[in-house]
């Protein structure tokens, strides 16, 4: 099996275009290279890292310390389209619904992905 073929990496793919997008079409300039960098890097952490822990999947310690950073950071992505939307930098209001609401779907699964990985690890 190959990592492309993890809901959670298909859901952190498509989320990392559609806000990589969003900061570039939808920001002022100023907010571009404030925290539209930021919320870019920190949504294609969470892609990075679902990867980089299934390349250690054998060792189960690391596959679940690299799944605990993807939720790390896809909190950290949450926080920022919140703090765009909040400071009316992000004032489309159906798009931060939906990216809002695919981020926190992620969140769940990569929380319930770790579960079992630590459940996984203690037997």
Do not use: C
């Not at 250690?56 to 939720?71: K, N, P």
């Amino acid at each position: 099996m190959s990592y492309k073929k993890q809901e959670i990496w298909q859901l952190a793919r498509t989320l990392t275009i559609d806000i990589h997008k969003m900061t570039l079409k939808e920001l002022p300039e100023f907010e571009k290279l404030e925290v539209g960098r930021q919320i870019r890097r920190s949504m294609k952490s969470v892609r990075s890292n679902i990867v980089e822990g299934y390349g250690r999947r054998l060792y189960q310690g690391d596959y679940l310390r690299f799944i605990v950073y993807a939720l790390s950071s896809n909190d950290e992505t949450l926080d920022h389209l919140e703090t765009l939307f909040e400071t009316n930098s992000l004032n489309n209001k159906p798009l931060y619904d939906d990216l809002k609401k695919r981020l926190i779907r992620l969140g769940i699964k990569l929380n319930n992905f770790q579960m079992k990985l630590k459940q996984s690890k203690q037997q």
